[in-house]
C-alpha cells in the first residue's frame, strides 16, 4: 500500500515500533477504507480543483465533528485541537466553497471508552503522516491557481501522531477493547467517506 495523500488514517508501513499491537490492529483493519480514499483523492495531486476542494470540506466538517468528542473523552488532556479545523475553515473561505454546516458525528464514533477514543483519533490524527509530501507534490502540480494550504501546513507536524502511538504502545488491551477500537476507527473512515459524497452531490466543487 502506498500512502502518498494525507488522509485520515494514513500509517506509513515499517513505522511500527516492537509492542504497539493496537496500531498494528488498526492499520490492518482499516486497510481497504484507506485504500479507497487515496483513490478517491489522488486526482488532487495533479491539480484536481475539485478534488482539493473536496478534501477540505471533508475534512472540515469532520473535524468539525469529531474534535468535540475527543476533547470530552477519555484522552482529553492527552489529545488536543492544534488548529486544524480553523486552517480547514480558512481554506474553504478563500476558494469560496460552500457554508459550514453542523454535521453532528453518527453514535458509532463513540469515543466513551478509552479505547473508541483511541480509534477516533487514530483515523484523526493519522492523516498527518505525508502532510510534508503532499505539499511538494502540490506545488509542482500544474494547477492553474496555487491551492490554498493552511490544513495541509497545519498538519504537517506529527508530533502529536508520534504522542497517540505512545499512548497506544501503553495500553493492555482486552481482545473486546481491541475490537471496540477497531470498530470505532473503520466508522470513522465511513463518517468521512459519507462527507464526501454529501458535498460531491450537492453540486461543482471546482474547476
Same mark, same amino acid.
Given at each position: 500500500?502506498?500512502?502518498?495523500?494525507?488522509? +485520515?488514517? =494514513?500509517?506509513?508501513?515499517?513505522?511500527? =515500533?516492537?509492542?504497539?499491537?493496537?496500531?498494528?490492529?488498526?492499520?490492518?483493519?482499516?486497510?481497504?477504507?484507506?485504500?479507497? $480514499?487515496?483513490?478517491?483523492?489522488? +486526482?488532487?495531486?495533479?491539480?484536481?480543483?475539485?478534488?482539493?476542494?473536496?478534501?477540505?470540506?471533508?475534512?472540515?466538517?469532520?473535524?468539525?465533528?469529531?474534535?468535540?468528542?475527543?476533547?470530552?473523552?477519555?484522552?482529553?488532556?492527552?489529545?488536543?485541537?492544534?488548529?486544524? $479545523?480553523?486552517? =480547514?475553515?480558512?481554506?474553504? &473561505?478563500?476558494?469560496? %466553497?460552500? =457554508?459550514?454546516?453542523?454535521?453532528?458525528?453518527? +453514535?458509532?464514533?463513540?469515543?466513551? @471508552?478509552?479505547?473508541?477514543?483511541?480509534? $477516533?483519533?487514530?483515523?484523526?490524527?493519522?492523516?498527518? %503522516?505525508?502532510?510534508?509530501? $503532499?505539499?511538494?507534490?502540490?506545488?509542482?502540480?500544474?494547477? &492553474?491557481? +496555487?491551492?490554498? @494550504?493552511?490544513?495541509?501546513?497545519?498538519?504537517?507536524?506529527?508530533?502529536?501522531?508520534?504522542?497517540?502511538?505512545?499512548?497506544?504502545?501503553?495500553?493492555?488491551?482486552?481482545?473486546?477493547?481491541?475490537?471496540?477500537?477497531?470498530?470505532?476507527?473503520?466508522?470513522?473512515?465511513?463518517?468521512?467517506? &459519507?462527507?464526501?459524497?454529501?458535498?460531491? @452531490?450537492?453540486?461543482?466543487?471546482?474547476?
Amino acid at each position: 500500500m502506498t500512502h502518498t495523500l494525507t488522509l +485520515p488514517g =494514513a500509517d506509513p508501513a515499517g513505522a511500527d =515500533a516492537p509492542g504497539e499491537t493496537l496500531r498494528d490492529r488498526l492499520r490492518a483493519d482499516t486497510r481497504e477504507a484507506h485504500e479507497a $480514499l487515496d483513490a478517491r483523492f489522488s +486526482p488532487m495531486m495533479a491539480g484536481d480543483a475539485g478534488r482539493y476542494a473536496l478534501f477540505l470540506l471533508m475534512n472540515r466538517d469532520a473535524h468539525a465533528a469529531i474534535e468535540p468528542l475527543l476533547s470530552a473523552s477519555p484522552l482529553a488532556g492527552e489529545w488536543r485541537a492544534t488548529g486544524r $479545523l480553523e486552517a =480547514a475553515r480558512q481554506d474553504c &473561505r478563500i476558494l469560496g %466553497l460552500p =457554508a459550514e454546516r453542523a454535521v453532528p458525528a453518527p +453514535p458509532e464514533l463513540d469515543a466513551g @471508552t478509552r479505547a473508541g477514543a483511541l480509534g $477516533l483519533a487514530y483515523v484523526l490524527e493519522g492523516s498527518r %503522516l505525508g502532510a510534508k509530501y $503532499l505539499l511538494r507534490a502540490l506545488a509542482r502540480a500544474p494547477a &492553474r491557481n +496555487p491551492f490554498p @494550504t493552511h490544513y495541509l501546513e497545519a498538519s504537517s507536524d506529527a508530533g502529536p501522531f508520534t504522542g497517540l502511538m505512545r499512548a497506544m504502545a501503553r495500553e493492555s488491551f482486552s481482545p473486546a477493547e481491541l475490537s471496540r477500537s477497531t470498530e470505532v476507527a473503520r466508522h470513522t473512515f465511513r463518517f468521512f467517506g &459519507r462527507l464526501a459524497d454529501e458535498h460531491e @452531490t450537492a453540486g461543482p466543487l471546482g474547476s
